[in-house]
Structure formats: C-alpha cells, structure tokens
C-alpha cells in the first residue's frame, strides 16, 4: 500500500478506517453497522434547540436533508478522499446537477472535457441553454484548459477516466494551474475511485463520486456524492448566498450545495440505499484490486487478438495517457475497456454469443458488463459529437468485474473464435 492510500485522519489504512467507521462514532447496542432510520422528520424535546438546527447547528430536521443513516456514509466518503466533508445525493447525476446548479449563475463560463460521460455531456448542454457558458476541450493536455480561460470562468470540471474511450484527463496540472488562478477545480473521481485516486491528491476543491458504481459496487443501489477535500477558498466564491456566508469560509460551499441542492431539487439518497452502498464500500479495495487486474489481462489478451482491432486501456503500453495514469493511480489502471473487433464482424452477433459477460449498461459491478455504445447510451448524441469523443461505430465498452480471470478471457474469446 502506497503512502497516498493510507488514511492519515485515522492513522489506519484505507480498508481499515472504512470496517470500523461506523462504530467509531455512538455505538448503539455494540452494532457494527449503523442502523437504518427510515423517520421522514426528527423531533425536539426543546424548542429552542429545533430552531438551533435548522439555522446551523449539527442535527437532523426533515429527512429531505439528510438522515444519520445518509450521515454515516458521508463520513465514509469523506475518509476515503480525505476530505473535509461530504453530502450524499439520490444518483451520481443528482450530485453533479446540485454542484453546477447551485455554484454556477447565468453568464459563468465552464471549462470541462470532450471526453466526458454522456449523461454529463446533457447535462452540459443544459447548463448551456440556460446560460452558462461551457466550453470543452481536450483535457488531455492542461495547455487546452489554461487557454479556454475567461474573465467569467467560474468553474473546471474535468473527469479522472473518460467513458468509454479511457482518456486520462491532465489531472494534477490542471489542478495546480486552478490552484494558480485560484479557480474552483471539480473532479468526478467515478472511474478510478478514491483507492486509485484521490480528488485531493490532484488538487480539485470538490469531487464527484457516483456511489452506484464501483463504491457501491454490486448493483444494487443508486448514489452520488460531493466531498469537499478543503482545498479551495470559498471567501473568493462570488455565488455563495449571504446566508451561507456564515463562519469558516471551509464550509461555505458544500454548505450550499447541501442547502439548495437537497431542499431545492430534492434528489436525497434513500436511508436503504446508503446502507447497502456503505456495506458495498467496505470491500471497494478489493473488489477494484481484482478488477483492475482482470481488466489489465483482459486488455492484453485483446490487443494481441487477430479478430479486435483497437483496446483503449490507460494500462496498454500503447495507451497515449499509459505512463501518466500509472502515476496518478499508483500502477493500477482502472477497469474500463473500450474495444473495436475488425471490421466485418456483427457486433450484436458477437455480443449475443457472450455467456459470462453480462450485456447491460452500468458499470463498476461485480459482474462483467459490456455494451456496444453507439447503439446505446451515445446514441442521442449523434455521429459528429461520437466523432469528437473517439468514438467508432463498433466500439464496446466492457466494464470487468471481479470473476476469475480465466472465465472472463476465456469467453471473449470463444465468442469471436465462433465469428
Ligand atoms: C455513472 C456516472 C455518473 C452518474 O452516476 P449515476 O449514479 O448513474 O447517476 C457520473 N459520472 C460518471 C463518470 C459516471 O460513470
């Protein structure tokens, strides 16, 4: 384990702050895990006290807000990126929209990527059509964004690993040249997590996380979440609501993102939910251990294949971002895979010869997914805009799980040697 995967709060590592994290706090009746409250309202003996709550102080009102089952995973994932605080959301998109919602005002500009995740990618253009300014370029190279910079930039947001086309975007010097310019820097940390990667370690103010993905990790729950990791000066923030202008600047941001994005969009995770996401995370480590290695032999046994003609993995000797991704993620490259088979072979015949691979969209499950993405979800988005983002007309996207290496290349294989 590397230096950047131990947890300093807590002096523990990654997996340890995150078994014990629940029983650290109150333990009711010695539990383990924190128990589920389902109250939609919490109640005050003093009346004084109620009030105390709903104009700041620590505490639970309507549960649109939050709950201390919400809170127990917040607390995870703010250990995880070794943040200062995170709010947890319904979805990863939930999360993203209370961010730009609630930070960004009609004649902002946003600096984002052209490889970014296409249900982001509308919620760009939506921004767009309300005012806001995007403009994306290729952030590959950090000289791209430092060059999109306006008087009215408000806001970076970049994603670590870009979807499905693998692009690793120019994390840390995009971070330190938002550092320079004192720019508010958001990096949606989904495709590598915070065990390969930490928002902080790269120096983004906010981080995203869809906690359906790999924090969570079986499929069976939906979240998102903001961590501030306490980088960013938000007295320097001009769209922060007086109201929210009230002690340490540290908190103003998430503050309102909390605020306005829970009460005014209402998207609140479920208590259900993140008490299966906070179960799921215990094993993210290893659960993305055993992923990022089956994806890596995956992606070699691929390239080498006489019927595939491209695999797009950051752990490919030939991926352009090959060397930077080692070093951001500490020699682990993720568990995404774009592949294109050679021309002549029907994708939906191969796909339909799959027996372990699991055709769905999602990614970031136990289970090995693929899906062929111009058909799917890059369908809306049309030709020129897929042109843009790298993306063919019969490329794949797989997202590897963590079954055994063997059964996983094994049936690729025996699909397109039946071709
Ligand atoms: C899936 C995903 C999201 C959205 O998360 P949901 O929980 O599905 O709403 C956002 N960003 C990235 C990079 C994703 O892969």
New binding site residues.
């Given amino acids: 384990m590397t230096k950047r995967q131990r947890n300093a709060m807590a002096n523990n590592g990654f997996t340890t702050t995150l078994l014990h994290s629940d029983r650290r706090s109150t333990i009711e009746h010695g539990a383990i895990h924190k128990p589920l409250h389902p109250s939609s309202e919490y109640a005050y003996a003093d009346s004084r006290e109620l009030a105390a709550v709903f104009q700041g102080k620590a505490g639970f009102t309507y549960a649109r807000q939050g709950t201390p089952t919400t809170g127990a995973l917040e607390a995870k994932i703010t250990q995880m990126e070794e943040g200062v605080s995170t709010v947890s959301f319904a979805?990863?998109?939930?999360?993203?929209n209370a961010t730009f919602f609630t930070l960004l005002r009609q004649g902002d500009h946003l600096i984002s990527s052209q490889y970014?995740?296409g249900?982001?990618n509308s919620l760009l253009s939506t921004l767009a059509e309300l005012g806001v300014e995007v403009t994306l370029v290729d952030a590959t190279d950090a000289a791209n964004v430092e060059a999109a910079l306006r008087p009215e930039t408000r806001m970076v947001f970049v994603?670590s690993?870009?979807?499905p086309g693998t692009q690793v975007a120019d994390l840390k010097a995009i971070g330190d040249w938002c550092g320079r310019q004192g720019l508010l820097y958001v990096v949606?940390n989904?495709?590598s997590t915070p065990w390969l990667c930490r928002g902080k370690d790269v120096g983004a103010g906010l981080v995203?996380n869809?906690?359906?993905?790999y924090i969570g990790g079986h499929g069976h729950a939906?979240?998102?979440a903001v961590t501030d990791t306490g980088l960013y000066d938000w007295s320097a923030y001009p769209n922060i609501a007086d109201v929210y202008r009230k002690g340490s600047p540290g908190g103003w941001g998430l503050t309102q993102i909390k605020k306005k994005g829970l009460r005014d969009m209402g998207a609140t995770l479920s208590a259900d939910s993140a008490h299966r996401i906070s179960v799921g995370s215990e094993t993210l480590a290893l659960r993305m251990e055993r992923s990022c290695s089956n994806a890596l032999a995956l992606a070699r046994a691929l390239e080498a294949h006489a019927k595939v003609a491209r695999v797009s993995y950051p752990g490919l000797a030939s991926h352009p971002q090959h060397e930077r991704a080692g070093q951001l993620f500490g020699g682990r490259y993720g568990a995404l895979l774009g592949v294109e088979l050679i021309d002549g072979i029907d994708v939906f015949d191969f796909l339909n010869r799959l027996r372990v691979f699991v055709l769905a969209t999602?990614?970031?499950d136990t289970r090995t997914l693929v899906l062929p993405v111009a058909h799917t979800i890059y369908y809306e988005m049309g030709p020129e805009r897929r042109a843009l983002m790298g993306i063919a007309d019969s490329m794949l996207r797989i997202s590897v799980g963590i079954e055994d290496e063997d059964d996983i290349i094994g049936d690729f294989c025996q699909a397109l040697e039946s071709m």
Avoid: P, Q, R, Y
């Avoid at 979805?91 to 993203?96: D, F, I, Q, S």
């Avoid at 869809?210 to 993905?213: D, G, N, T």
């Fill in positions: 979805t990863g998109m939930a999360a993203l970014i995740f249900n982001t994603e690993i870009a979807n949606d989904t495709l995203v869809s906690l359906s993905k939906l979240g998102g999602h990614l970031g």
